[in-house]
């Protein structure tokens, strides 16, 4: 299998998952993983754990922005 195929696949994989990294939330919210990160410290935004990762589903990512997000001080 040549490499491009490869890659191309793995993509493909990544984009059809419901679950986001912290990172990939950040990119996917078009903001700075210190707010992913200050969102999930306070509750403000839902995750789940799985073991020392923390996943963020983007259904629920949707969710926050559609009702206004959080609040800023």
Do not use: N, Q
């Given at each position: ?8 696949i ?11 990294t ?23 935004l839902?995750?789940e ?11 629920d ?12 001080p």
């Amino acid at each position: 299998m040549h490499p491009a195929d490869l890659a191309a696949i793995v993509s493909a994989v990544r984009v059809a998952s419901p679950w986001l990294t912290a990172e990939e939330a950040a990119d996917y919210l078009r903001c700075p993983l210190s707010r992913i990160r200050k969102l999930t410290m306070t509750g403000d935004l839902a995750c789940e754990r799985d073991g020392r990762r923390v996943l963020y589903r983007r259904e629920d990512l949707d969710t926050f922005v559609r009702s206004g997000g959080a609040i800023s001080p």
